[in-house]
């Protein structure tokens, strides 16, 4: 019989000559899913939760009025007045996407440049439509706390000072806080002064700068626009990609087999000459509460070039250890 991959003869029964395709495909989804696990390490973000395709998800807004505690003996006691809203709703669905590589690449640039390297770019790709799409999600939310403020420095205070009020009031705990800020906004600040921005398979942040237990540095976020959101507040959903339902399709996709939080798929299509590679995942990051969330805004100077210079000379001795003080002041 020939060393085919059907229905009856899985991959994983076929010969080592298919093995380097199975390698490349483990290795993808394994390396995608430790790039989540340390973002969320850096997020502090807890475990993913696992969701059925189509699952709506929902934001709240949540307030109680107290009621007096002192209640004469055999009195009726009081109800406190418990409100929760439905702010947002959305739903996580399974997505597709799929990449090929020319034989004329592979001839070209050898497979580790052709192939490897766009798998690369593949997976960096995919992480980045997840977090653009929590950017726009934060951005676009109408129950966000927040107002504009003169300065950097007084926006990412006051966002973090709002949040930190908000679940204080709602007698909940906060263990961490990320702040989200422009790239220009953050460098034009920063000037010349000695702090070590890290990198993360492409995204740049900062740790306990400025009272922030993380600063994501990115693009994304308009200029003049700081966003803070406890670590608490934020959740990760998936959809776990590896169903039976999918297999019945004759679709399988190669997963990590512990959390699943991407399928992929490699082979090649010799009516174009081409190596193919899918990949579907359903990867939603949310977060519960609406009024939990910080946006504020500040002024942003026209000469950057001035201004940058100006702000490193004053910040860069106080905030080079990235103190806490400014959080207190």
């Not at 809203?85 to 001839?107: M, P, R, W």
């Not at 798929?265 to 969330?293: I, P």
Request: charged share 25%; hydrophobic share 35%; net charge negative.
């Amino acid at each position: 019989m020939p060393n085919v991959e059907t229905m009856s003869t899985p991959r994983s029964a076929l010969p080592n000559a298919f093995n380097n395709i199975t390698a490349r495909e483990m290795d993808f989804v394994t390396q995608f899913e430790k790039n989540w696990d340390s973002l969320r390490e850096v997020m502090g973000i807890a475990r993913p939760v696992k969701k059925e395709d189509g699952s709506i998800l929902r934001t709240f807004t949540a307030s109680v009025e107290l009621e007096d505690g002192k209640v004469p003996a055999g009195a009726v006691i009081p109800y406190s007045k418990a409100t929760v809203t439905e702010a947002t709703k959305g739903e996580i669905t399974l997505e597709k996407y799929a990449k090929a590589v020319t034989i004329e690449d592979v001839t070209r640039y050898g497979a580790e440049v052709a192939v490897q390297k766009t798998d690369d770019a593949f997976k960096n790709e995919l992480q980045t439509n997840v977090l653009d799409r929590f950017y726009d999600f934060l951005k676009e939310d109408e129950h966000a706390l927040g107002k504009k403020y003169g300065s950097f420095q007084m926006a990412v205070s006051m966002a973090i000072g709002l949040v930190r009020d908000k679940f204080k009031k709602m007698r909940k705990d906060i263990s961490s806080i990320v702040v989200f800020v422009n790239t220009l906004d953050v460098y034009e600040y920063l000037g010349a002064a000695n702090v070590s921005m890290q990198t993360l398979n492409g995204l740049e942040y900062l740790k306990n700068f400025l009272g922030a237990t993380t600063m994501i540095v990115s693009s994304e976020i308009d200029r003049g626009t700081v966003i803070a959101v406890p670590s608490s507040n934020m959740v990760l959903y998936y959809i776990d990609p590896s169903s039976a339902d999918i297999k019945k399709l004759g679709l399988n996709y190669v997963v990590s087999g512990e959390t699943n939080l991407i399928g992929f798929h490699a082979n090649g299509n010799y009516s174009t000459a081409v190596g193919e590679s899918f990949a579907t995942m359903g990867l939603q990051l949310w977060y519960e509460y609406a009024d939990g969330v910080a946006i504020n805004t500040f002024d942003v100077a026209e000469d950057d070039g001035e201004e940058g210079g100006d702000n490193s000379n004053n910040n860069s001795n106080d905030n080079s250890q990235g103190g806490d003080d400014t959080e207190g002041a």
